[in-house]
């Protein structure tokens, strides 16, 4: 069967990025580069040793390793860390008999679901999770008060969708765990100020497609001994978890183009204008917005008036159900409204975007 005679709906992807619609945009350069990375050989431990170099170097830490996603990089993180240099324990990683250290804290409000619980990950990595505080939060001396002998990592999520009220920061985590002699694993995957972030770990994880925008990649960086200890891991669960050469020259090619593979908020302004028109109609309110954790996003929030015949609601449903899957931003739909996030958005989207709302609302 060819591709073309796949049976598929085109989306227009106004959500942002989101995993379940594919996640980023490949520029032309980073295809390129996976076109050299897929039509040559390479001896891949060389491959492997080269791309960690320049990812360490990118990213200022010792070392750095590349795994096929960010949740492949929490498993075998969480493995290296239960199994260190011993290769019995790598051969033997899920089996019961073997008596390793295997506990790994979280806290709860942590324990996120991110299309799939992290939880899941860590259990993967030989981990048994031991959640510490609860969903009201959670303090250092819970944290402290957590700490067997038998703790082998905690698990720190950096994410904007994590609840942060009532937790510890992640400097205050690192401080206390350094003192501990508990190595800290920090999921950054989603995040895009690599740089803050990756001083306060042991082991840092991100994604190589959601702000870098290469192909579907995760990215463990950190020290240069547990680096090491994620290595051994190839001849084990990382074997299921390995990048392919293609993947690796696109992400080192999207990593090379990042922040300028972004448009500025000028562009991001320019683009969302002709929205804007939508303030014609009767009921529906366009206002622009800066993102809520500061990040360098702006989006339209349309508003559907109240005494509608349709609600906020029924157009993202008529959206998602036209001849494109037109996603929106729907987090705040229960108050009336839904936003248009123009990361992966291009002009002509835009336009039909608007004349999908135009037509809904008045035909
Ligand atoms: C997206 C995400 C992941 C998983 O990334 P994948 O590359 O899809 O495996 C893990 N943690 C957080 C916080 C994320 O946002």
Redesign the pocket.
Known sequence: MSVNKLNLRYVINASGRM?KLGVSTLSDEVVSAMKHGGQHYFEMEQLHAEAGKVVAQYLHTEAAFLTN????A?IQSVASLITKDSQEAVHRLHDADLELNREVLIMTGHA?D??AP?KTMIHLGGGMVKEVGNENGCTLADIEKAITDKTVAMVY?Q?H?CQQNNMPKLAEVYSLLQHKEIPLIV????ETGFYDHRKQADLYII?G??ALKGP?S?ILAGKKEFIQYVRNHQVGIGRAMKIGKEAIFGLLKAMEQYPNNERSADEQLELLQPITVLNQIEGVTVSILKDEAKRNIHRARITIGENEAKSAQDVVNLLKNGPEAIYTRDYGIAQGYFDIDPRSLQIQDIQTIVERIQHIMEG
């Open positions: 995993t996603c960010a949740s492949a929490i996120i991110y299309g992290i999520v994410s969708y999921d950054a995957a989603a994604s497609s959601k579907t995760g």
